[in-house]
């Protein structure tokens, strides 16, 4: 068996899975949402504080099954630098008295490996990659190969959301509750511009956005002037526009990458009018559209744990010495590769 753990933001999470079956033997997540909600974001002091209380509990909850581990998988990159220490930390300290391998996880790998929870991988692929730190679109195509085709030139669609909802005070983090109260809203009262619709790069872009929903909450005179109403006309057109920016640039890269399978993963990947976007862009272009399980689309263990059956079976092993990576923001997207 393997024992994972993920703290690479606000969840803290192991999983132990067993490395012949790939079924997961034991699976824990506790969100720190809650916590982060007051202040609109998460706080990464607060973030690593709260991972160094719940990891340990967890830890002991999985105690049954450290004399049949094989190895320690743990998130070492990209994410927050204090919060990953402290799974960081953790793992180190049980590979070392358990004498076991250890293994360093990249967060965006785990994210593509969610897709093949309980399940044979399948290579090659195209994937969208959509969280709260990452915009992409990959190549995967092989356990060793991954390539990025295009990411985000600011910020992530995921942050977008969260700040659409902090600019409207609906709490956090804002994902799903955008996308609930867009279901109740008019998605054309509000003429946002999709963002870079002219133009023939294939990139993502959202801070233009961003803006512009800032510009129309202040028109409709500020915040606390929003009638419900607003807002959710509000979500449901700045998700109408960052449907229409996902679909636009997948296409442009629909029509030189041939591979038939397609995949949405990262937190983003909850979203239903996302992922029926893409349902039918990729009817259009004869691709197959790959989703993960609801549960494992957020930040979670098991995808940590997936990705370790992989990595173990390569004997791609880390030194204990050698795990320590804390990656800031403008290095995550070339980390990956
Ligand atoms: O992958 P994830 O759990 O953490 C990172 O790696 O960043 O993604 C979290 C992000 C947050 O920004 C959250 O608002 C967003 O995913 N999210 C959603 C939905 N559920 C979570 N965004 C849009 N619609 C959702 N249903
Ligand atoms: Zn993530």
Do not use: W
């Not at 872009?205 to 510009?215: E, F, H, I, P």
């Not at 109408?240 to 591979?259: D, G, N, P, Q, R």
Request: proline residues 3%; neutral net charge; charged residues 25%.
């Amino acid at each position: 068996m393997i024992l994972s753990i993920e703290s690479s933001c606000d969840d803290s999470s192991v999983a132990v899975t067993q490395i012949a079956t790939k079924k997961i033997l034991f699976y824990r997540k506790i969100s720190q949402e809650s916590e982060h909600a007051k202040y609109g974001g998460v706080v990464p002091e607060l973030a690593s504080r709260l991972h160094a209380v719940t990891l340990p509990k967890i830890l002991e909850e999985a105690k049954e099954y450290f004399d049949s581990l094989k190895a320690i998988a743990v998130t070492n990159e990209p994410g927050l630098g204090v919060t990953l220490m402290e799974g960081v930390a953790m793992a180190k300290s049980l590979a070392s008295m358990l004498e076991l391998k250890l293994i360093a996880v990249n967060h965006l790998k785990a994210h593509i490996y969610s897709l093949f929870i309980e399940k044979e991988s399948f290579f090659p692929f195209l994937a969208l990659l959509v969280s709260g730190g990452h915009t992409m679109i990959l190549r995967v195509e092989s356990y060793e190969k991954i390539a990025i085709l295009t990411t985000t030139m600011d910020d992530s669609i995921g942050e977008s959301y969260d700040k659409c909802a902090k600019m409207m005070e609906l709490g956090y983090p804002g994902g799903p509750i955008i996308e609930a109260l867009a279901i109740e809203g008019d998605r054309d009262r509000f003429d946002f511009p999709i963002p870079l619709i002219n133009s023939p790069l294939i990139a993502f872009s959202l801070s233009g956005l961003k803006n512009a929903v800032r510009l129309q909450i202040e028109a409709l005179g500020g915040t606390s002037n929003l009638t419900i109403q607003d807002k959710k006309d509000i979500a449901a057109s700045f998700q109408k526009t960052i449907i229409a920016h996902l679909i636009h640039k997948s296409k442009k890269i629909f029509e030189h990458e041939h591979i038939k399978d397609f995949a949405i993963v990262g937190g983003v990947a909850a979203n239903k009018s996302i992922s029926n976007a893409f349902e039918i862009l990729c009817k259009k272009h004869k691709k197959i559209l790959h989703k993960v399980a609801l549960q494992y689309c957020s930040d979670n263990a098991a995808m940590v744990g997936r990705y370790a059956l992989d990595a173990y079976a390569k004997k791609d092993f880390c030194e204990i010495s050698d795990i320590e990576s804390i990656v800031s923001k403008k290095d995550k997207n070339r980390k990956l590769l």
